[in-house]
């Protein structure tokens, strides 16, 4: 599956969603990023939803651009996020305070040492932390892209990708 059989194949009621995926994928519908990053944090996400059809549209409309590499990097953001952000969301949502001064003991090691740009796994970190729902990593991950001289415009358009992927995949779950 690529992008336009994606896009040709959501029902009618996702129209919208029809025209934001062929506008956020470009780097003038998600301005402050280039192609490379647009397409890795459309991959993370599109993994973040599990749905197969998305995940091959977006590897096929990221394949000119992403290394093996990246495409690791990508799978390793989304799985990593997928622990942390139940681990983070619980001890961030917990009236108890205690949850959250406890050491997580969890391993995360890849977040050290992500096999590509680091500011690309954070803002593939950034995207899969919004699909899954996760303030507490968002926060995180836009502080420290921030931190990086990442624009407050990228994260945006980051988050802005992430949801029309999500919503790409939603719709063809209840068609």
Not at 41 to 51: E, G, M, V
Not at 137 to 156: F, P
Request: charged residues 20%.
């Amino acid at each position: 599956m690529n992008l336009e059989n994606l896009k040709n194949e959501l029902p009618d009621f996702a129209k919208d969603i029809k025209l934001n995926l062929s506008s956020v994928l470009s780097e003038t519908g998600s301005p402050d990023l280039n192609q490379k990053q647009i397409d890795s944090i459309a991959l993370a996400s599109a993994y973040a939803t599990r749905n197969t059809d998305v995940i091959a549209a977006a590897t096929a409309h990221g394949s000119a651009g992403l290394t093996a590499e990246d495409i690791y990097a990508a799978k390793a953001a989304a799985t990593i996020m997928a622990m942390n952000n139940v681990y983070y969301r619980f001890t961030h949502t917990m009236s108890d305070p205690d949850y959250a001064a406890m050491p997580a003991k969890l391993r995360m090691n890849v977040m050290a040492t992500p096999g590509m740009d680091k500011i690309l796994f954070e803002l593939n970190s950034l995207a899969v932390s919004a699909i899954n729902g996760c303030g507490k990593c968002m926060n995180a991950h836009a502080e420290q892209l921030e931190k990086s001289g990442t624009s407050k415009q990228a994260i945006q358009s980051a988050i802005r990708i992430a949801s029309v992927i999500h919503a790409a995949a939603l719709a063809r779950e209840i068609r």
